[in-house]
C-alpha cells in the first residue's frame, strides 16, 4: 500500500500541476489536488517504516475518504447549478476517482491485513 499511496500521490501532483498551468489559473484552489498528492507522497514514503505503516496508512485512507467527498461534493454542486463543464470539473472528477481508488484499496488491504493476523492466531 505504501508504493499505491505514493504513485496516486504523483498522479494528483501533476494533474493539480498540470491544470493549474494549462489553465492560466489565478486561483491557487486549481493546487487542491497537487497539495493532496505531496502529503499522500509523504505518508506513502514514510509508511515503508515497518513500524509506521500502519498509523500512516489509516492516515492516507482517511485524507482519501476526505478528498473523496470534497470532489463528490464538488461536482454535485457543478451538475445541480448547470454551469458549464471545464478543466475544473474534470480535474475534481480526477481527484475524486484516484481519491475513491485508494479509499478503496486502503479499505481492501486492511481488511487483507486482518484475516492474516487472525488465520496466525488460529495456527
Do not use: W
Not at 491544470?19 to 505531496?38: K, M, Q, R, W
Not at 464538488?74 to 481519491?99: D, H, Q
Not at 475513491?100 to 487472525?118: H, N, P, Q, T, Y
Amino acid at each position: 500500500m505504501p508504493r499505491i499511496t505514493l504513485l496516486i500521490g504523483v498522479l494528483l501532483a501533476v494533474v493539480g500541476v498540470f491544470c493549474f498551468l494549462y489553465t492560466n489559473s489565478e486561483h491557487f484552489t486549481a493546487l487542491i489536488p497537487a497539495a493532496f498528492g505531496v502529503v499522500f507522497m509523504a505518508l506513502g514514503l514514510f509508511a515503508t517504516v515497518e513500524d509506521l505503516r500502519k498509523h500512516l496508512m489509516h492516515a492516507a485512507a482517511a485524507l482519501a475518504l476526505v478528498g473523496f467527498a470534497f470532489g463528490v461534493v464538488r461536482i454535485a454542486m457543478v451538475l445541480a447549478s448547470g454551469t458549464e463543464i471545464g478543466t475544473a470539473f474534470i480535474e475534481t472528477a480526477i481527484f475524486a476517482a484516484l481519491c475513491g481508488l485508494l479509499e478503496i484499496l486502503c479499505v481492501k488491504s486492511f481488511i487483507d491485513a486482518r484475516k492474516r493476523r487472525s488465520q496466525r492466531v488460529e495456527s
